[in-house]
């Protein structure tokens, strides 16, 4: 559940956007797609929790690769964190800063955004699941109205001819929807404090089957609604399909895709901010929790805010770079982890 | 401790009783010293050698007909029970036996025992040259009567509630729960109050764990003084600092009782009419009485709007507020003309207009609290008619940010609990702040603030969302909706009951079979 609205909330906004861009009409089949991309990071993430009950990724790459190559590897995990954290939060306030408060400096939104999160990351996991826990049927509510809304004004028609153009678009297009619902992979660290790891992995392939499901329906009715090319040049189809509902009183539904956008991140930077915290306080040895968050408090709001200058620099960091990054995070180092475990003999270890 | 910053005089805490007369009056009169209020009665009592003896007893706290009646009479006016001389070495023992008619007789042999339970309204007897003395249970004084609880009045449903006096309210609960199985102990707090505190569960459907906690946290209290139940409540709780009451307190027997039948645990606190009651979880914020008293669609109905309610005590000025200086776009055409017609002209801005009357009418509510009810009444139609209507007249507010205030302050009185009430106000100050600041993520901010804290808090280990989060399935029957009764068959799991079985399934209305009924 934690999983679902940590995926989601990103997914929402920028997924239909890109993927269209990419696929056009056939965008959905793409989002579809990613899902089992995400179902075998979530294999090997299950895979190596099993023969690590009791240890984070951060502490099981020592154990496998040796102390030195081991922490490396670990760090470059964390920068894997540090990148997805900074990347949402600075999204979060591009689109704070284009649709409602175009005067409010960005650097004050992500303060107060960070602020919140290492609020709920300082009070622990339990908090931020009771948190995911009570947002969600909100959550789920919210769009499910969007979505039968924007029904009126859907034309199933826009979605022929299916797969235009090849195979090739609609996989370029699926990368990205791909690494989202591939963040998955952070169930590696969170391991050792589930009390029931059993349950992992049905938990995670429902959160994922969910999540794909409600991408893929998103994008049909993003693209339904404004037929193939506009969601492409929009920044964010979703927010825009929001606004455009109009149906008898009800109308300028934006408000929900914020409540949505806000709960979903917040839960979503807290549970990264947290994953962090613990992975340094692995890696390093470290206690003193108020230092480590005062430095990812700082260290989030100046790469939040300095290298890209707008939001357009953001996409392109997204649709370029990040799925490469994210491939070699999600599903390169667990597998190849679980590879040299596999070699060292590592048995299923059944935690008592 | 306690002890080394306020050095009892006596010396010698646990001082025996001396066969000497003489030695003990004189002992009592130096520890009763200047107490106006404690009275020393010497008589003699008829044997063969008369004996002296004297009572000594708290005049306030006792009941001077069984002092006479009962006590001076058994002791002066009888010759002795027949066959029995009263000597130096029986008398204690034939006036304990035979002669004094009153239900709670004890002896106790040290000073410090005499000292306490003549504080508490017993009477103490002391006889020449034996070293015991024989304490009874004289109680009296006044008390007030049961009323109807004024805090927490209701239509339909028993109409006393607890009163200040322990024992009258230990009455009110053990007439509900005529079972062995309802335990109260007993605790005393309050080095100077001497402060009676009974930690009351059913046993078997209560979580042993919880009551352990309640009676360690309470035994840990080391105070001068505890006057009313928040004393212990601020010390009890598993935060040190809260916005929401993590411990409910109730003025209703009935509620108290319904909460012991769930697995919780009430605390019986002497001078106070209203007892605690923990776990308390967020939903209880929400829930009245009453609502187990009606049918139940009505009873969920309410429940619903006072849902709705809170939301908009804790939202409405806020989202006004962030609508009018951020979001004008959100307004329907038809309206937007009207409202900016309204606002033509005003000086401050809605932010700074709002706040200044939920001030003033925070300031209205204070004033109406402390005065009494007749001048309450007049301070309420000076502030909220006079004060509102000429404002508006004046054109120093919009007519909108009055309606604001007026719905706010209407929708935060249907909240039942008071102290969520407070907790409430002081969010929507912060809200409205937030949402001048920032509008409408302002708002969305401030919420998941909101949230987060929520989800953080627990009340003696259940957390404060239960049953939404942690979701509990079954529990939903009664949190949001009220189910009927007889589909509550088990007793909330949020409260870490033992014996989640209520009452046996299919209970409900059955139709009667066709002719098999009578007519």
Partial sequence: MLMFVVIMSTGVLVVPSITIERAEQSAWFAALLSLPVALISLGLANALGKRFPRKTLAQYCETLLGKYLGKLAAFGFLMFLFAVSIIVTREFSDYINIMLMPETPIILLNVILLVIAIYAAVKGLEVIARIAQFILPLFLGSIIIIASLALFDAKLGELLPFMEHGLVPVISGATLPATLIGQIIIVTMLFPMIRTPQKVAKAGIVALVCSGIFLTLLTVISIAAFGPKLPGDLLFPFVTLARYIKFVTVQRLEFLVVFIWVSGIVVKVSIFLYLESVAIMQIFALKNKAIIFGLLFMVHTVLATLPFSNPQETNLVLTKFWPLISFVFELVVPAGLLFIALLKGQKVVLRK | ?519
Avoid at chain 2, 24 to 50: G, T, W
Avoid at chain 2, 302 to 307: D, E, G, N, Q
Wanted: net charge positive; glycine share 6%.
């Fill in chain 2, 1 to 519: 401790m306690l002890k080394e910053l306020w050095p009892n005089p006596k010396a010698q805490q646990k001082q025996l009783i001396l066969v000497s007369y003489d030695e003990n009056l004189k002992a009592l009169r130096q520890v009763f010293n200047l107490c106006s209020d404690i009275v020393f009665h010497e008589f003699i009592i008829n044997s063969e050698h008369p004996l002296r003896a004297f009572i000594l007893y708290a005049s306030p706290l006792c009941d001077y007909q069984i002092i006479c009646e009962q006590l001076l009479k058994s002791v002066l006016m009888s010759n002795g029970p027949k066959g029995v001389k009263i000597t130096k070495a029986n008398a204690i023992e034939v006036l304990k036996e035979k002669l004094i008619s009153l239900a709670e007789v004890v002896v106790a042999n040290n000073l410090k025992e005499i000292e306490d339970k003549v504080l508490q309204g017993y009477a103490a007897l002391l006889i020449e040259g034996s070293p015991l003395a024989i304490i009874v249970n004289v109680k009296g004084g006044d008390k007030r009567a049961i009323n109807e609880p004024d805090s927490e009045p209701s239509i339909r449903g028993p109409k006393d509630g607890f009163v200040e006096d322990f024992e009258t309210n230990m009455t009110l609960i053990r007439r509900r729960l005529k079972t062995s199985r309802f335990k109260s102990i007993i605790m005393e707090k309050g080095e100077l109050t001497k402060t009676k505190i009974a930690v009351c569960y059913m046993e078997g459907v209560a979580n042993p764990k919880v009551v352990e906690e309640v009676k360690q946290r309470i035994a840990r209290i080391n105070s001068d003084s505890i006057l009313e139940g928040n004393y212990i409540e601020e010390m009890i709780m598993d935060e040190k600092f809260s916005l929401f009451p993590l411990i409910q307190y109730t003025e209703r027997p009935d509620k108290a009782c319904s909460s012991i039948l769930q697995g919780r645990v009430v605390i019986l606190i002497e001078n106070s009419n209203m007892p605690l009651i923990v776990p308390s979880t967020f939903t209880t914020m929400l829930q009245a009485a009453e609502d187990y008293y009606h049918n139940s669609i009505a009873a969920s109905a309410i429940r619903i709007l006072r849902i709705i309610a809170l939301n908009l005590a804790l939202l409405l000025p806020a989202v006004t507020v962030a609508v009018f200086s951020f979001h004008q776009e959100l307004l329907p055409p038809e309206l937007i003309s009207t409202v900016s017609g309204a606002r033509q002209g005003l000086p401050l801005s809605i932010a700074l207009e709002i706040i200044l009357f939920e001030f003033t009418f925070e300031l209205l509510r204070e004033a109406g609290i402390r005065l009494p009810k007749k001048i309450g009444e007049a301070i309420s139609t000076v502030g909220g008619l006079v004060i509102g209507q000429a404002a508006v007249n004046a054109g120093i507010v919009s007519p909108i940010s009055v309606i604001v205030v007026a719905i706010t302050a209407i929708a935060s009185f249907s909240v039942p609990n008071f102290e969520a009430g407070i907790s409430l106000r002081f969010l929507r100050f912060s809200l409205i702040l937030a949402a001048s600041l920032l509008g409408g993520i302002g708002i969305m901010f401030g919420l998941m603030g909101i949230l987060i804290h929520l989800c953080s808090l627990r009340s003696f280990g259940v957390p404060y969302l239960a049953p939404f989060a942690p979701l509990v399935l079954r529990d939903l029957k009664d949190s949001i909706i009220r189910a009927p009764w007889w589909f509550l068959t088990t007793r909330p799991r949020t409260n870490r009951a033992l014996d989640v079985i209520r009452q046996g399934d299919s209970q409900g209305p059955r139709k009667p079979k066709k002719g098999g009924g009578q007519s």
